[in-house]
């Protein structure tokens, strides 16, 4: 999987580190001897949690800047975390997102429109061009940070639900693109998660996951190169349930 030389770290840059999530997966990869980029908008909370993972886990950790919605730095935020890293990444998670009020994207097309530009095609765009690079060399892994929303189109959630789906059916496409290349691609799919994007959302207590976990489930996933995992892994078999119940059912239920 890795170019590494010997001795050298394995690493990787994780995009959009400063959710809740993010900071327990990069504090994950730091313990399993990995390097990294953090990477977001606001770079100085970045560097706060850098220099927290440093102390900790006594590995490199840098901060470069991204910004999801600006597509034509992508390329260059590639080429930013290579030389900051001083080689080509051995993996990239992508980890932002946005969850609108469903009403709100009902109501406002700029609302709708930025939960499908975040969660889809700013994601979209940037784990296009890790994958070039990985594909060229023929090593590497790729995840991104999904949802069970987008496994069905439910009333409370539909809007963030088809930016998910859209995000699943490329990240599938990306897998088997990209099998043949040695290159690994894992959908994360969480349940609920106690996360700020989350706060004052009403969610059944005992579904609640906290970050710490589900980010441990997520990079094991990702390092054992999983395709697709439902964290905790029970929401497979409550999504199934839910992707079965007729159509005509359905439209009935408060979901």
Partial sequence: MSNASPGSLESVVIVGASSTLARAMAACFAARDH???LAGRDTAELEVIAQDLRVRHA????????????????????????AALGAPPDGAVVCFGVLPAQE??????TVASRCLDTNYTGAMSVLERFAAV??????????A????????GRKSNYHYGAAKAALNVFLGGLQNRLHARGVSVTTIKPGFLDTKMTWGLDMPARLVTDPERAADMAVRAI??????VYVPAYWRL????ICHIPG????????
């Fill in 35 to 37: 390097a990294l980029v």
């Fill in 59 to 82: 590995r490199p950790c840098h901060v470069v800047h991204f910004d999801a919605l600006d597509y034509g730095s992508h390329p260059g935020f590639v080429a930013q975390c290579a």
């Fill in 134 to 143: 990985f594909e060229a060399r023929g090593s590497g892994f790729l995840a």
């Fill in 104 to 109: 709100d994207a009902q109501e406002d097309f």
């Fill in 223 to 228: 390092l054992k190169r999983r395709g697709v």
């Fill in 145 to 152: 940070v999904s949802s069970v929303a987008g496994d069905r």
């Fill in 248 to 255: 005509a059912v359905f439209k009935r239920l408060s979901l």
């Fill in 238 to 241: 409550i999504m199934g349930v």
